[in-house]
């Protein structure tokens, strides 16, 4: 009698488990469908709570609440981000203000120490010999007719190498307050490169009240190459270089071995004045500043330190470059590079 009945429960309770599975499952899937966007959406908040907001959460296409709920999610995401980023960019710009601020304060500050400086060393440099000459004037007012004619020959001499020396730094200081940085003038004087570097070498020799330094010229190009320069510029450039050599080649107790060398070559179109000397050189902690305003190598020498700050800005006037060549290592050599 029950055999049937069996049969029949063999067949169902395979396919009530079977049933219970499958709505085990359609009801994992349907809570899933509704739990995964919101641990989504928790999963979002822990990310941008640790400070990342350029992750952008995906839209969702569902109409339902929670669908909503993401997209109004992931609308408020992005709109953190874009404001997140303009003030990233507002601190970056902020910052580099700052730091453009503080360098100028910094440099402010320099230029305000060295212009003190500056004034202290015009003070110097200018009293010194005014103190000289004025020493030696009262000498020649009290004792003229009882001093030898060697030492009135020594006396005139001291005198005029220290008017000389303020005459220059007067020529320097008025230099330099007239220049025009970055002006291009009008070279207008054709003059051959050889006739130019004798009458340079001239007007040099009729300023040293000593020509002490030997001074050799070997001009190295033919006498019928000619340039376009400023002539004033130019042999003012010079014989600064020229100046400079003779004051830094001089070596206490080794006067005898001061040498100069002023060459002049044509290299790649254009003709290099070269100005060289054996003094000491130019230290490698100052051969980056030597063609900036008020800077010395040696801040007890003479000058003011305008030298070849207004020799380098006359030479680029002209189109050209003033150059220190730092592979010399007998000296130093300075370059003057004039387009032919």
């Excluded at 029949?8 to 809570?31: E, T």
């Excluded at 100028?104 to 320099?110: G, I, M, P, S, T």
């Excluded at 070279?187 to 570097?197: A, K, L, Q, T, Y």
Aim: charged share 20%; proline share 4%; hydrophobic share 40%.
């Amino acid at each position: 009698m029950f055999s049937r009945y069996n049969k029949l429960l063999y067949i169902l309770v395979p396919l009530l488990v079977i049933g219970l599975f499958l709505l085990m499952y359609f009801l994992r899937a349907i809570v899933n469908s509704f739990i995964n966007p919101l641990n989504r959406l928790a999963s979002q908040t822990h990310h941008i709570a640790d400070g990342h907001f350029d992750v952008p959460l995906p839209n969702s296409r569902r109409v339902d609440v929670i669908g909503r709920l993401q997209n109004s999610f992931s609308a408020m995401q992005k709109s953190l981000a874009k404001h997140i980023s303009h003030l990233e960019r507002v601190n970056a710009e902020t910052e580099h203000r700052n730091t453009e601020l503080a360098n100028a304060n910094q440099q402010a500050e320099e230029a305000a120490q060295r212009q003190v400086a500056f004034l202290q060393n015009i003070l110097h440099q200018i009293r010194t010999p005014l103190n000289i000459i004025m020493g030696f004037v009262q000498v020649l007012r009290d004792d003229y007719t009882v001093i030898p004619h060697e030492e009135m020959v020594t006396i005139t001499e001291t005198m005029k190498h220290n008017a000389t020396s303020i005459s220059r730094m007067v020529h320097m200081l008025t230099a330099a307050s007239s220049l025009d940085v970055g002006k291009v003038v009008d070279c207008e004087d054709h003059v051959s490169c050889n006739g130019i570097v004798c009458e340079t070498v001239n007007i040099y020799n009729q300023r040293m009240s000593k020509p002490d330094v030997n001074l050799q010229v070997k001009t190295e190009v033919p006498d019928d190459l000619f340039v376009n320069v400023h002539k004033d510029y130019f042999q003012k450039a010079l014989n600064e270089l020229l100046y400079n050599a003779k004051k830094y080649s001089v070596v206490p107790g080794h006067e005898d071995e001061a040498l100069i060398v002023l060459r002049d070559q044509k290299v790649d179109g254009c003709v290099h004045f070269i100005v060289e000397d054996n003094g000491p050189g130019v230290p490698a902690a100052h051969r980056s500043q030597i063609f900036n305003q008020f800077i010395k190598a040696n801040s007890f020498s003479e000058g003011l330190g305008l030298g070849l700050f207004v020799s380098k800005q006359f030479t680029k006037m002209m189109g050209g470059d003033l150059m220190l060549d730092e592979s010399y290592t007998s000296g130093a050599r300075f370059i003057i590079a004039l387009p032919v």
